[in-house]
């Protein structure tokens, strides 16, 4: 349901009732079904969860869901939900700068492998940061190497939340020699 159909409504009620009480001396008591009204809204909307997906893949409001980083968006919300941000699909050309808020909800954040520098705040809430520090109250910087320039600058803010970020493990040479080699036969002329 459009959410202005239901605010203009509810205005025009207001309004009827003011004009019927200075005029026709009529009382229609609309503060307490207003009030309840907005709870049953709120409620339905919550259950039929048309918060949850947003148009443009950026945010989470009371749901939960996987969001896949794209180039193009700065910004990433959790708000009263959980979700998790993979930005390990993305290349960087030059320095970006990406913001995660988390508030009142549960956040996991999946960096790639590139030089990063990752900024938190936290507000009464939980940031686990890849070197298995802990920001419960103020401020932290993590980078991934001593570089003098990232490429990727992320600002994780928190309040009343819990955000945990990882990185995507970088492949050891272990893990090259036990994949198959292919080897390219040509044939003899």
């Not at 490429?151 to 040479?173: E, M, R, T």
């Amino acid at each position: 349901m459009n959410p202005s159909l239901i605010w203009g409504t509810i205005l025009i009620l207001f309004g009827l009732s003011f004009i019927l009480k200075s005029i026709f001396q009529i009382t229609i008591p609309l503060v307490r079904p207003f009030f309840g009204g907005v709870l049953i809204y709120l409620g339905l909307s919550i259950m039929m969860d048309p918060f949850n997906e947003s148009p443009d893949k950026k945010s989470v409001i009371f749901g939960r869901t996987n969001i896949v980083g794209s180039p193009i968006i700065k910004t990433y919300n959790v708000t009263f939900g959980s979700g998790v941000i993979d930005l390990s699909q993305l290349t960087f050309a030059e320095a970006t700068q990406i913001t995660i808020n988390t508030v009142m909800g549960s956040s996991i954040l999946i960096l790639p492998d590139v030089s990063a520098k990752v900024r938190v705040n936290a507000i009464f809430a939980r940031a686990g940061l890849p070197d298995e520090t802990l920001v419960s109250f103020g401020r932290n910087v993590y980078k991934t190497d001593d570089q003098i320039e990232q490429k990727l600058l992320v600002q994780v803010n928190v309040i009343l939340g819990n955000v945990d970020i990882k990185l995507v493990p970088k492949p050891s040479f272990s893990d090259l020699s036990q994949q198959p080699i292919i080897e390219n036969k040509q044939q003899e002329a």
